[in-house]
């Protein structure tokens, strides 16, 4: 579970640096779009996609929109907070994500990495205080419903984590690890309610 979780964030980081998949695969002579209207497209494809493969690269279009602050400065600390996290240097790479979350409370990717970090050390109610503002600035972040499903599936509360994967699959249908732990905790519950 954590790696998943881990993977997410890696993926996260690791998206910007991939032009082709940030690339807008249409040619459209439209006025360009906003982010919003980008990230409701996307989402939309998400959601109507059969082909996990499809799926995602069009997830991976939605971690590029998600991780463009707009300030150069945000950039280079939520970098800096990556490596941090990389070399396990957890309290550094919070220091580095306080100060993003601080200069732009706006910016739902900077409280998804801070709770990624808290999750990492262990600090469940603190990672969750960070999903649940990630969740109120973009309540489609599937990584930050994904990090949720992993805090109450560590704390015991299966029923819960059932529920936050569902909210996941809502979002991305094609999440194989979504899936496979709907069916996993789906089977646990229905043992347990014999």
């Not at 579970?1 to 940030?22: D, H, K, N, Q, W």
Request: aromatic letters at 8%.
């Amino acid at each position: 579970m954590r790696i998943f979780f881990a993977v997410c964030t890696a993926l996260s980081l690791s998206i910007p640096v991939l032009p082709a998949i940030a690339a807008d695969s249409t040619t459209e002579t439209a006025a360009p779009q906003t982010r919003e209207q980008r990230l409701d497209r996307l989402f939309s494809d998400l959601k109507h996609e059969r082909n996990p493969k499809a799926a995602e690269r069009i997830a991976g279009r939605i971690w590029a929109e998600w991780n463009r602050s707009g300030s150069a400065s945000i950039d280079l600390m939520m970098q800096w907070s990556q490596k941090a996290i990389e070399d396990q240097k957890f309290d550094v790479a919070l220091d580095f994500l306080d100060q993003v979350v601080t200069l732009d409370p706006k910016y739902a990717e900077g409280w998804n990495r801070r709770a990624t970090a808290h999750f990492l050390m262990k600090n469940y109610a603190k990672s969750m205080a960070d999903i649940e503002k990630t969740l109120e600035l973009e309540p489609r972040h599937f990584g930050a419903l994904s990090g949720m499903a992993q805090i109450m599936t560590e704390t015991g509360r299966k029923q819960s984590a059932l529920d936050a994967w569902q909210k996941v699959l809502d979002v991305y249908p094609m999440l194989r690890n979504a899936q496979d732990q709907v069916s996993k905790l789906s089977e646990d519950l229905a043992g347990e309610a014999i």
